[in-house]
């Protein structure tokens, strides 16, 4: 019965031995050259994210929500979205059952939770 032999490690060539050397070199030196220049960094675990652009609501001010032009900037941005503007028309002058006023009914009470100064506003604007 023969025995099975054990592989046999091949050590690394003299060529492999200077490239990996090389390589290390490289990444301790780049790693030296960022903490000389003090460069923050930019990995989302330490808190980095992209920055939201505003401008594009009203605010808690002027009613909260997003303005037509906002609407159309998000749509444009994102094909196939349905974002609407807020249905504004005080309830005395929605047809009962109509589009709109099916919207209003179902964000004042999907938002009749909302406490905070913004959520509010919305309600405000929405005639809630």
């Known amino acids: 019965m023969a025995v099975p032999k054990k592989p046999v490690k091949k050590k690394p060539s003299p060529k492999k031995k200077a490239r990996v050397a090389k390589r290390t070199e490289r990444k301790t030196a780049r790693k030296t050259k960022r903490a000389e220049r003090n460069a923050p960094t930019r990995k989302k675990s330490a808190g980095n994210y992209a ?51 099916k919207r209003r009914k179902a964000f004042c009470a999907r938002s009749k939770s909302w406490k905070s100064e913004r959520g509010l506003a919305a309600r405000r604007k929405w005639n809630c």
């Open 51 to 101: 920055k939201v652009k505003k401008g594009k609501g009203t605010g808690k001010k002027a009613g909260g929500g997003m303005t037509a032009k906002g609407v159309a900037t998000y749509r444009k941005n994102n094909p196939g979205s349905k974002l609407k503007t807020a249905v504004t028309k005080p309830p005395s002058q929605l047809k009962p059952g109509s589009k709109p006023a």
